[in-house]
């Protein structure tokens, strides 16, 4: 069945740690997102793909970066943890048709103490 | 720039009645506009694509309507049910090349039994 993963689905972790998100889907996509979201906010674009060795920053500054080396995975790594980056993570694909619409992936909710 | 706007205050309602959501956009005129539900924690589904050229799209309890006169969109769950109880986003796609998803802030929606 096509879908979209992520891993970890929790993760806590200390500041200055190096933390890597994963993000797989299945489902053949070029076009790939990652956003942040607090809860009760909206929706913020950090990173975005539109294929293999294409990535591009969102409208949202963010201190991680991504790569998209295979079709299929686009994963986000910070470098060095900070509190400032205690949210949700989610992870979305895209077919190249007109529409865009979106499938997410289950999210991952990382806190940094 | 392109803006959407949603009803910021909670959507209160008794099962078997009748929710109607708003989204309402400005500085642009979308080909295409797409609701998604969210529930807490987890990333957005999709659940209804309309186009400029359809003044309503229906499935199952759901219709959406797409007034591109008024730039608005009202979202309706007839018969809705406790199950129905989430938040509600819609999203419109971007103009210009770099095009991507803009997002409404949603709007919760509890139904009560």
């Known amino acids: 069945e096509a879908d979209i993963y992520q891993t970890p689905r929790y993760l806590v972790i200390g500041t200055g740690k190096k933390i890597t998100l994963e993000c797989s889907q299945t489902?053949?996509?070029?076009?790939m997102y990652w956003y942040q979201q607090d809860p009760g906010m909206e929706l913020h674009l950090i990173h975005y793909s539109y294929g293999v060795n294409s990535t591009e920053k969102g409208d949202l500054s963010s201190e991680s970066t991504v790569s998209r080396i295979r079709t299929e995975h686009f994963p986000l790594t910070l470098e060095s943890a900070r509190p400032s980056h205690t949210s949700q993570y989610l992870c979305?694909?895209?077919?190249?048709?007109?529409?865009?619409?979106?499938?997410f992936g289950p999210g991952t909710r990382l806190l940094v103490l | 720039s392109q803006k959407i706007e949603q009803n910021s205050e909670a959507l209160n309602i008794q099962e078997g009645k009748t929710a109607t959501l708003t989204c309402n956009y400005t500085?642009?005129?979308?080909?295409?506009l797409q609701w998604y539900r969210q529930d807490p924690g987890r990333g957005p589904v999709f659940l209804l694509l309309i186009r400029e050229n359809e003044k309503e799209k229906r499935k199952e309890r759901l219709k959406v309507t797409f007034d591109t006169t008024l730039k608005q969109s009202l979202f309706h769950i007839t018969a809705s049910q406790p199950a129905d109880s989430a938040t509600y986003l819609c999203a419109i796609l971007s103009a210009g090349n770099n095009r991507k998803l803009i997002w409404g802030l949603g709007t919760s929606l509890a139904v009560n039994p």
């Open positions: 500085n642009y005129s979308p080909a295409y």
């Open positions: 489902m053949g996509h070029d076009k």
């Open positions: 979305a694909s895209s077919d190249r048709g007109p529409v865009e619409t979106q499938y």
